[in-house]
T-cell receptor, first 111, second 116 residues
Framework: GAGVSQSPRYKVAKRGQDVALRCDPISGHVSLFWYQQALGQGPEFLTYFQNEAQLDKSGLPSDRFFAERPEGSVSTLKIQRTQKEDSAVYLC?????????FGPGTRLTVL | DQQVKQNSPSLSVQEGRISILNCDYTNSMFDYFLWYKKYPAEGPTFLISISSIKDKNEDGRFTVFLNKSAKHLSLHIVPSQPGDSAVYFCAASAERSGGGADGLTFGKGTHLIIQP
């Protein structure tokens, strides 16, 4: 389809494991965003890319979180040494302008 | 400190009637507002937006009203249909200095239930 896709859809990790979450944005969208959504909350901004440049990473909760978009299309959010509090749905969105179009998210559960 | 607030966690409306979802914000720098609809196990779907230079935007059954002086916006759905049952998120953004997009600030959502 032509929408934003994310993989995996579900990920279970043991505490201390590293995880990598992938986002394929809509083709041609310059802007890409990552959000974290905890249960019962709205999505919270993590980081923003314009093409391959990471222009804002102010929402990343700790230095265990790292995001990249090396070629300006696919992006990967990496979480090192996962903790229980990292359990959430991680949403990726791409944008041609003001509206952001979201993928289905990756539900991460850290045991 | 929540900058975007949706004070009603849930709302129940009869099919065919009007649904009104409310949202308040505190950051006067916000200049663009959006409503998203979310079904379980799916990402938020963009519904409708409004720029701060307008006070109303309409798209089919959906109308968003913005009251800048009150820092309040609302989403009206009329007539409400069973497929409208979902969680609705209000979101806001501020123009990024130097141009470009900005991360959205979301409310906690309102679960709308349309009763037959």
């Amino acid at each position: 389809g032509a929408g934003v896709s994310q993989s995996p859809r579900y990920k279970v990790a043991k505490r201390g494991q590293d995880v990598a979450l992938r986002c394929d944005p809509i083709s041609g969208h310059v802007s890409l965003f990552w959000y974290q959504q905890a249960l019962g909350q709205g999505p919270e901004f993590l980081t923003y890319f314009q093409n391959e440049a990471q222009l804002d990473k102010s929402g990343l909760p700790s230095d265990r979180f790292f995001a990249e978009r090396p070629e300006g299309s696919v992006s990967t959010l990496k979480i090192q040494r996962t903790q229980k509090e990292d359990s959430a749905v991680y949403l990726c969105a791409s944008s041609p302008g003001n509206e952001q179009f979201f993928g289905p998210g990756t539900r991460l559960t850290v045991l | 400190d929540q900058q975007v607030k949706q004070n009603s966690p849930s709302l129940s409306v009869q099919e065919g009637r009007i649904s009104i979802l409310n949202c308040d914000y505190t950051n006067s720098m916000f200049d663009y507002f959006l409503w998203y609809k979310k079904y379980p196990a799916e990402g938020p779907t963009f519904l409708i937006s409004i720029s701060s230079i307008k006070d109303k935007n309409e798209d089919g059954r959906f109308t968003v009203f913005l009251n800048k002086s009150a820092k309040h916006l609302s989403l009206h759905i009329v007539p409400s249909q069973p497929g409208d049952s979902a969680v609705y998120f209000c979101a806001a953004s501020a123009e990024r200095s130097g141009g470009g997009a900005d991360g959205l600030t979301f409310g906690k959502g309102t679960h709308l239930i349309i009763q037959p």
